[in-house]
């Protein structure tokens, strides 16, 4: 089939994506509206739209189920994501991740710097690689700036988990992916994810399928 020459404009795209009420389509890798970077958002789609879009983010994103959901997965190249998670782990783990509950929010135009020089390093996954899990080792926190789904500015400094979120969800609006980043020899199938490495760290993972991990920076308590 040939390419079409021209793509629809976007709120013409967003308006046929929301013709159903249901989850909406996530795109896998492979496809390269998720390798090239989203155009930032300035009122592509008015504020009805806008609303009606991010609602249908979300929908997506608790459907899959997951913690985070960039435009470009819905095919569509904004600047726009969802972040949302409820943290239903055990404490152990959530001391381990610092995976503390996350409110629903939009990042709109959202971009990072890291605070410091911690890193740390976790299993993670994406929709968009179904099936699959590698350990990405990410600046431990972040500034966090651009603005909400208001228009009102942001900026934030992140750690923990929402910092690995915020950080995922803003590679995917410059069109790159956990895979990128990941230790190659991490790379685990879901299952053997569920199966042997659920620890709340990956130390286990690392020496048993050989690959560093950062070293650790006391975290400031
Ligand atoms: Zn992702």
């Known amino acids: 089939m040939s390419t079409p020459r021209h793509r629809p404009p976007l709120a013409e795209q967003v308006e ?18 998720l390798r090239r970077p989203a155009e930032p958002f300035d009122g592509q789609l008015d504020p009805a739209l806008l609303a009606r879009f991010v609602a249908a ?14 435009a470009p997965q819905v095919g ?6 969802v972040v949302e998670d409820p943290a239903p ?4 783990v959530r001391r381990a991740r610092g995976r503390t509950p996350q409110p629903f929010r939009v990042l709109v135009n959202p971009g990072y710097e890291p605070v410091g020089e911690a890193r ?47 950080q995922h969800e803003t590679d995917h609006l410059d069109g790159v992916l956990y895979v990128d980043r990941a230790e190659p020899r991490s790379l685990s199938s879901n299952q053997a994810v569920a199966e042997r490495w659920n620890q709340p760290t990956p130390e286990e993972a690392a020496r048993a399928l050989g690959f560093d991990l950062p070293k650790r920076v006391p975290s400031p308590k």
Not at 16 to 33: K, Q, R, S
Not at 57 to 70: D, E, I, K, Q, S
Not at 89 to 92: A, F
């Open 89 to 92: 782990v055990p404490e152990e």
């Open 120 to 166: 740390a390093a976790f299993f993670e996954g994406c929709l968009s690689v179904p099936g699959w899990q590698a350990v990405v080792a990410r600046p431990a926190r972040v500034r966090l700036t651009g603005s909400d789904e208001h228009g009102r500015a942001v900026d934030e400094v992140f750690s923990g988990w929402p910092a690995r979120i915020v």
């Open 57 to 70: 983010l979300r929908r997506t994103m608790h459907a899959a189920p997951g913690v985070g959901l960039a």
């Open 76 to 81: 569509v190249a904004l600047r726009i994501a």
């Open 16 to 33: 046929e994506l929301l013709a159903t009420d249901g989850p909406l389509p996530i795109v896998a890798a492979g496809d390269p509206v």
